[in-house]
């Protein structure tokens, strides 16, 4: 086994690099632009946006069933997986035995809405000029209408 293998130093590093880069043999790597970075990192904050507002909803669904509350059919029927106003109206006009149950169910509404408005807005941001050329790259950013 060669030193370089056997222990990792700076020393034995520098003297890898140094011997590659006089034979020719030193490979460059791919950095890729900021803006391709940035992008990386938007999509990454959607895809998590996305997630988060899945999670919220299995909550709500789940605290309704731990309350032996039954989602009425005419929301279950249609909607694979997408929750109207009328859904939602539904659900903050849902009885609860205490004070403390409907301001449970409130909070997990309320974030709901707010993750349903952040994902809208990055969906719309996704539309500016910046993101165009990319989009054949990213193809979670299609959702957008020109």
């Not at 707010?114 to 969906?123: F, I, K, P, S, V």
Request: a positive charge; hydrophobic letters at 35%.
């Amino acid at each position: 086994m060669s030193k370089e293998k056997l222990r990792k130093t700076d020393a034995v590093d520098c003297g890898k690099l140094a011997r590659e880069l006089r034979s020719g043999t030193l490979k460059g790597i791919y950095v890729p632009e900021v803006a391709t970075l940035e992008m990386r990192s938007l999509i990454r904050l959607r895809n998590r946006m996305v997630k988060d507002t899945t999670r919220e909803k299995n909550r709500i669904k789940s605290f309704l069933r731990f309350h032996g509350i039954d989602i009425p059919e005419e929301f279950t029927r249609h909607s694979v997986g997408n929750w109207s106003k009328r859904f939602l109206a539904w659900l903050r006009g849902v009885l609860l035995s205490t004070e403390y149950g409907r301001q449970a169910l409130n909070m997990h509404i309320d974030q709901f809405v707010r993750l349903r408005g952040m994902l809208l807005e990055q969906t719309h941001f996704a539309c500016y000029p910046v993101v165009k050329p990319l989009r054949g790259r990213y193809v979670c950013l299609l959702p957008c209408r020109e």
